[in-house]
C-alpha cells in the first residue's frame, strides 16, 4: 500500500490556492482538485491506522480538520472549541456467563425460546432481577389503566397497535413512567414471520453493539428506569402465561381478530432475568465549524454540511499484509469534498445569509453515532437546523455527468439540488437502488429524524458510473483495497464539491427554509407541525417512510 508522507498533504492543502485552482469568474470561487487531492491523502495515510473512533488516528484526522476550519477563519461550534465531545460504548454479552429468564420453577438459556442482549448500562457485573409478571397489551398508557407495575416485569406485544403511526409508541417510556422494573416481549408467531427473525436476532444479540451515551450516562440520551429486558416465545411464552386469563396461543389468535384483545392482566408465574455485560468505554468528538451567517433575521438559522470522519480503523486478523482500512473513498472523500465546499465560501468574500455548520462526524460506521448524538444535542443555542446535505463516499474515479440526492422527492431540496448541479451541466438523477433504502443509511438520516429535510449526495450512474459504483461496492467497499492505489479522478472531487457549495449557497441565501412536501411520510412522521410546501405537478409521490422494524437487528430493543 501507497504510504504519501503527511508532511507533503498538509503541505499541498496549505498551498496557495492559484497555484492549484481551476479557472473561475472573476468574484466567483475556484475549486482545487490538488486541495482535494491532498486531504484524501493525508486522511487515508497508513500513519493514521483507518480513523477508527476513539484512537489516536482519529484524533489526528479530528485535528486536522480543525486546524483547517481555523485557517479558514471560521468559529469554534462545539461544546469544547472545535469539538463536541462524545462518549461511545462497546458492549457485549460474557460468553462465559450466559443470560437467562426463569419462569416459575424453569430456567430458559438464551437462545431457543429466550432472548436478552447486553447493556450499555450494567457493565461487568451480573443482574440478577426476580419480579412477578403483568401483561400489558401493546404497552399503550391506556393499557396501564387500574394497574399497580411498581418494581414488575411488564410483558408487551412487539407489534404496533391498530391506529398507532410505526415508531410513534415508546414502550419502555410508558412502563418506566409506570415504575416498571423491566419489559418481556411477547413474540409472536405473526412477528416471527416479519419483524423479528429470530435467527438473525440471536446472532445480532452475540455480536457486540455499540451506542452513544449522554452525558449522564444513558444510551441514546434515554432512561425509561427499566433495569433490563428480554424476548420470549414458543415454550417460553406458553409457560409465562400458564394459569392467566388467557393462554399464550389465545393471545396469538386474538391479533389476528380484529376487537377480540382483551384488557391487561397479572401473570401467575414469578419470572428471574440473569445477564453479564462486558462495557468499555470510548472517546470520540464531532469536528464543528461555524460560518456566522450575515442576515440579522436568517442567521440564527443553521444549514449543516456534514460529512464522516471515521472509518473501520486495523484488524490485525485481516487476510495478507494490509492491515488497514483506509477509507480513502469512505469516508476521505466526502471530508475533503466538505473542505473544499467550505473554503469556497471564505473565497467568496460573500458571507451566506444564514449561518452554516460545517460538520466532520464521528462514529458513523457503528451506527450514525455522531450524528444521532448532535441531533439530539445540537449545538445551535436557541437557533435551528433548517436542512442537512451530507457527504458520503462519492465515487471519485470518473467525470460523473449526474449525482442523486437521497431524499431530494421528499422536501423542497430536490429542486435546489437540481438547480445547483445544472449551473454545471449536470443532471440529477432519482435513486437507481431503491430497495437499498439508502436514504435511511447514513447520517443525514439522524436529522430527518429531527425533523429536518435532508438529502444525501452522491456522484451518479451516467458516464460509467454504474460500473464504477457497483465495482467500488463489490472489490473495495469496506476493505483494506479502499486506499490510494484506486485510480481517482480528482478533477471529479473539485466538480462535486463545486456542486456541494452551490448547494449550501443556495439553501443559506434564500428567503424561505426548505420544507417537506405535504403528505410526505417522513414530513409527517417526524415534522408533523412544521410547514409543508406544496408538491410540484406531475412529481411522482416518493414510496412511504418504512416501518420502524428492523431486519438485521431486532427492534425496539428494551432500553436499560
Known sequence: MRRTPLLLALSLCLAPVAALAQSAAPGEPVFSPNEVRATVEFLADDLLGGRDNGTEGFEIAARYVSSRFDAMGFKPGGSQGWYQPVNIAEYLLDAAKPPSVTIGTRKYPAGADVLLGPSPVYGDTTQTLSADAVFVGYGRDEDYAGLDVTGKFVVTLLATPPNTLPGKLDRAAVAGKHGALGMLYLITPA???????????????????????????????????????????????????KGAPMSAAQLYTATTTPGSMPGSFALKQKVTLERTSIVTLKKSENVIGVLPGSDPKLANEYVVLSAHLDHLGTDPGADGEDKIFNGAMDNAAGVASMLEAARAFTQSGKRPRRSILFVALTAEEDGLIGSEFLARYPVTGSGKVVADVNLDMPILLYDFQDVVAFGAEHSTLGPIVARAAAKMGVTLSPDPMPEEQLFLRSDHYSFVKAGVPSVFLVTGFKNGGEKAFRDFLATNYHKVSDDLKQPFDWQAGAKFAKI?????????DADQEPRWYEGNSFGLRFAKDAPKAPRPAGAPAPAPAPALTIKVAPAPAPKQ
Do not use: C, H
Open 191 to 241: 412477528d416471527l414471520k416479519g419483524a423479528f427473525p429470530w435467527a438473525q436476532a440471536v446472532n445480532y444479540f452475540q455480536m457486540p453493539q455499540t451506542n452513544w451515551l449522554s452525558p449522564d450516562g444513558f444510551p441514546k440520551g434515554e432512561n425509561p428506569g427499566l433495569k433490563i429486558g428480554a424476548y420470549v416465545k414458543g415454550g417460553a411464552a406458553d409457560a409465562l402465561f
Open 500 to 508: 456541494n457549495y452551490l448547494i449550501a449557497r443556495e439553501i443559506a
